[in-house]
């Protein structure tokens, strides 16, 4: 099974980089013009994404919990918070579940990880509060897909002054 690694980012129509929440937003300029901004979606080259509507809002939810809360908290506050959002939005999720991790040639188990939320059966959601995050956080998020019925996987850093989001598509 090969892995897409795509790095997804809430942007603008507008073109601009920064994210906003799912709202419209009216601006008022210097000049007086009055423009209307669209809510940020997230995107990628064909526009088409698996889970695309659920994962944009997970990543929405860690958009706020970071605008709240900022960099400097430990990993469980963070998880509680997205908890919570996803509590206050009555979409069904899994905590710390446990997957096998089979040998190919035996199918005999081999050890077991635990992921920290699996969202509605379809989206694993792996959170880290460090400065940086490694490309084998990634590799790890990847394994998991790999080794479960899963096939989308969102990586989210709490801990950089910017959030960090990395979705990982298993396909075959």
Excluded at 12 to 32: A, F, I, V
Excluded at 110 to 127: A, Q
Aim: proline content about 2%; some cysteine; glycine content about 8%.
């Amino acid at each position: 099974m090969g892995g897409l690694i795509s790095s997804v980012r809430a942007v603008k129509h507008t073109g601009n980089n920064r994210s906003q929440t799912g709202e419209h937003r009216t601006m008022k300029l210097k000049t007086n013009r009055i423009i209307t901004t669209k809510p940020w979606r997230v995107k990628n080259k064909t526009g088409h994404l698996l889970f695309g509507k659920l994962t944009k809002k997970i990543i929405g939810f860690c958009y706020e919990i970071h605008k709240q809360y900022g960099s400097g908290q430990k990993e469980s506050v963070y998880q509680k918070a997205l908890k919570e959002k996803l509590e206050i939005n009555k979409i069904p999720y899994k905590k710390e579940l446990s997957i096998s991790i089979k040998s190919e040639d035996t199918g005999k188990s081999l050890g077991s990880h635990r992921l920290d939320f699996v969202i509605d059966k379809k989206v694993v959601v792996e959170t880290k509060a460090i400065k940086f995050t490694p490309t084998k956080l990634e590799q790890q998020l990847y394994s998991y897909l790999k080794n479960s019925e899963y096939k989308v996987g969102l990586m989210i850093n709490f801990g950089s002054s910017k959030l960090y989001i990395r979705r990982i598509i298993l396909t075959k």
